[in-house]
């Protein structure tokens, strides 16, 4: 096996390779710490692969011999699972059907990779209001737009490149649909948690272009898309007023109303979904990241259509429709964070962080909008330079974050999380912060 000391050049030989300066040791990783076999250290891990890992490396769950035996078998095949059926995977369905997806969602569809899941809550939608309005009213469904929001990121596929409009570089050059995009009406935090900004101007602004969109596109609009928290576009968190009028707009307008929780889904909020938490329920919800297996589920509403996508073979479909090894991996993953009741466990942990870093703030200075729910906590800077100096001072005390928006910084801490690397976090942070402002 390649020396971890030679990863980063044997992969430079042949791809692009500028991820994280050190190597994942896969073995000697443990719970919420990234072992780093290059220069032998560890990492706290508040990023989680990008808030994709939920339970900690290596749990011990999962070296459970019955489990190892189960995913070794899945390693070993890689059937087709949109057409070809293993008791593997209908343990996996019935296990998130029934104790991860809410009772009155009965559909579900399985594909890999969070854009394509998006892509797919689209085409649900498309279908949807193209037989709504007529399907030889729409021009064979291009008149059929989605409005979406700025600051929004849904991935970087075909359809959602469209809609993602974070930073640039991810989306220019490549051709887009012209949808429409309305303002994103975020809540900005004091530091006792209340709101601090106008936000009822701000929700007024979103609703003012929301229906100038609806005027403009008749009949049109297929689908309201929005992520319940705005992830990379800055942990940008909205009020349950906000999404409730945009439940009333989609009502009102025959349009469906998508929730992108790729991120912010699968216990990330201490529920298993963020919008369970504001109380606003969806038509169609996208998922990926800490469920491996990404896809959707949908609501009965789409069957005022009867012929929809869940009825009719094939438009919606992949190859392997996930893949199986996810899903083997999914359904331990339900098993261990329901039977160590791991959602109370981060909703816990997380408020006490973002406790702690009120307390910085107040103390310090220089860090503000301290906002977050479970295991999504973040807090602003003053400048995009303060802020990628800082996620550096961090990195240098071995603790691993993200940027959030042109001057955030998110944490996406492991579900496992403990009260004590909760702490060890805040001393982190509460370092890296006075080599910034020399406090
Ligand atoms: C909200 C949201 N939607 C979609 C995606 C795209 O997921 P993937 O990178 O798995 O395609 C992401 C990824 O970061 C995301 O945060």
Redesign the pocket.
């Known amino acids: 096996m390649i020396d971890p000391k030679a990863v980063h050049a044997t992969l430079a030989k042949h791809q692009l390779a500028d991820g994280f300066p050190f190597v994942m040791d896969l073995e000697r990783s443990q719970g919420s710490w990234i072992y780093d076999s290059r220069a032998n250290r560890r990492y706290l891990d508040f990023f989680t692969c990008?808030?994709?890992w939920p339970i900690g490396y290596n749990h011990p769950g999962t070296l459970e011999e019955s489990f190892r035996r189960e995913i070794e078998l899945a390693g070993r095949n890689n059937p087709a699972n949109s057409d070809l059926y293993t008791t593997q995977m209908a343990d996996f369905v019935e296990a998130f059907a029934t104790q991860v997806t809410p009772a009155e969602y009965p559909y579900h569809f399985w594909v890999a990779?969070?854009?394509?899941?998006?892509e797919n809550a689209l085409k649900v939608a498309f279908d949807w209001k193209a037989h709504k309005v007529g399907v030889d009213q729409v021009h064979d469904g291009n008149d059929l737009v989605i409005l979406h929001f700025k600051a929004a990121?849904?991935?970087?596929?075909g359809y959602?490149m469209s809609l993602t409009n974070t930073v640039k570089d991810k989306v220019a050059l490549f051709p887009k649909f012209d949808w429409p995009r309305v303002h994103n009406p975020g809540i900005v935090f004091d530091l006792d948690g209340n709101i601090a900004n106008d936000i009822e101007a701000e929700e007024a602004k979103a609703c003012a272009e929301i229906e100038a969109a609806f005027q403009k596109y008749p009949g049109r609009i297929a689908g309201i898309l929005i992520?319940p928290m705005?992830?990379?576009g800055g942990d940008v968190h909205f009020r349950t007023e906000f999404l409730a009028k945009l439940r009333q707009y989609a009502d009102q307008h025959e349009a469906l109303l998508l929730f992108?929780?790729?991120?912010?889904g699968f216990f990330g909020s201490g529920k298993p979904w963020l919008w369970q938490i504001k109380g606003v329920a969806p038509d169609v919800v996208?998922f990926?990241?800490k469920t491996q297996v990404?896809g959707i589920y949908a609501s009965k509403r789409v069957d005022e259509v009867p012929d929809n996508v869940f009825h009719h073979s094939s438009r919606i479909n992949s190859t392997w429709g996930g893949n199986l090894v996810d899903m083997v991996r999914c359904r331990k993953f339900i098993e261990i964070i329901l039977a160590e009741k791991l959602g109370d466990n981060v909703a816990a942990r997380g408020e006490e962080l973002i406790q702690g870093l009120r307390g910085i703030a107040r103390e310090k200075g220089n860090i503000s909008n301290v906002r977050g729910v479970g295991s999504l906590v973040a807090f602003t800077l003053d400048s995009p330079e303060t802020r990628n100096a800082m996620i550096k001072a961090m990195r240098e005390r071995e603790l691993l974050v993200l940027p959030s928006g042109p001057q955030a910084i998110r944490f996406r801490l492991p579900l496992v999380v403990s009260a004590e690397e909760v702490n060890q976090a805040l001393e982190r942070t509460s370092e890296a912060l006075s080599t910034l402002v020399g406090a």
């Open positions: 990008f808030a994709s990779g969070g854009a394509l899941a998006v990121f849904h991935g970087r596929s959602t992520e705005q992830g990379e992108d929780e790729v991120q912010t996208a990926g990241k990404c």
